[in-house]
């Protein structure tokens, strides 16, 4: 390390859903990428989840960071965490995971939809950058002067990606989200049969889902009942 550099210290406050149904697609690409890049970069940094983030103004009393990276789209951020945030560091960055535009179906099924992207905008008035998964909402948060935003790729790991190919690959193409609304007609249609077929999770059949959602039974319990400190953050 060159003599005078500055160690950035970062505090990350990840999305953590509260069963696996919701959260299995997202440890890796919003938290753990995150995590292994920082770490590789000798950056210092504080990983908070969320059924941690009410107590994170005292966690993190007098602590002075040069950047907060935050999800701001399921996250539970009140005015008052948020301008927390913005006396925690001069850089706050907002990650946003999901497109802010829906359709009048979408919004029909999961109403929260019609009102996430006003919700988001409240919210990005205490941010000073931007990550967004989609590159619409990138053009329309740069074009209505919000934080400045560029576009997200998800994560994937250096040690996943090959460089080798082959012209001889004839597998399906695989679909691996939500069936909801429209889209499990896609996998009905005659015209894509064999050609796209649905991948079912890695954890389906083990213990896992059951684990998981029992730590975190556990945890909610105990963190309401006030019995966490912050020794060992």
């Known amino acids: 390390m060159k003599r005078g550099f500055k160690k950035l210290?970062?505090?990350l406050l990840h999305l953590e859903f509260p069963s696996w149904s919701q959260g299995r697609h997202w440890p890796y690409s919003t938290q753990l990428s995150?995590?292994?890049g920082l770490r590789a970069n000798g950056i210092h940094f504080a990983s908070v989840t969320t059924p941690w983030l009410p107590r994170v103004p005292d966690m993190f009393r007098g602590t002075k960071f040069d950047q907060v990276w935050v999800e701001i789209v399921h996250n539970p951020?009140?005015?008052a965490f948020l301008d927390w945030i913005a006396s925690a560091a001069p850089v706050r960055v907002a990650l946003l995971l999901e497109s802010l535009e829906h359709t009048p179906e979408e919004c029909q099924i999961w109403p929260l939809f019609a009102t996430r992207k006003k919700l988001v905008e409240s919210r990005l008035r205490y941010m000073t950058h931007t990550m967004a998964f989609d590159d619409h909402d990138v053009e329309t948060i740069n074009g209505d002067g919000f934080a400045p935003a560029m576009w997200w790729p998800p994560g994937v790991p250096k040690r996943f990606i090959s460089n080798r190919t082959s012209t001889a690959f004839k597998q399906p193409a695989?679909?691996?989200?939500g069936l909801y609304g429209g889209r499990e007609g896609w996998?009905?249609?005659p015209?894509?049969?064999g050609l796209m077929v649905m991948q079912p999770s890695a954890e389906a059949g083990t213990p896992y889902p059951r684990i998981f959602d029992t730590l975190r039974q556990g945890w909610r319990l105990h963190l309401a009942h006030g019995h966490a400190s912050s020794e060992g953050r």
């Open 9 to 11: 210290r970062v505090l």
């Open 34 to 36: 995150f995590e292994e």
């Open 77 to 79: 951020l009140d005015d």
């Open 174 to 177: 695989v679909f691996s989200g």
């Open 187 to 189: 996998l009905k249609r």
């Open 191 to 193: 015209e894509l049969k």
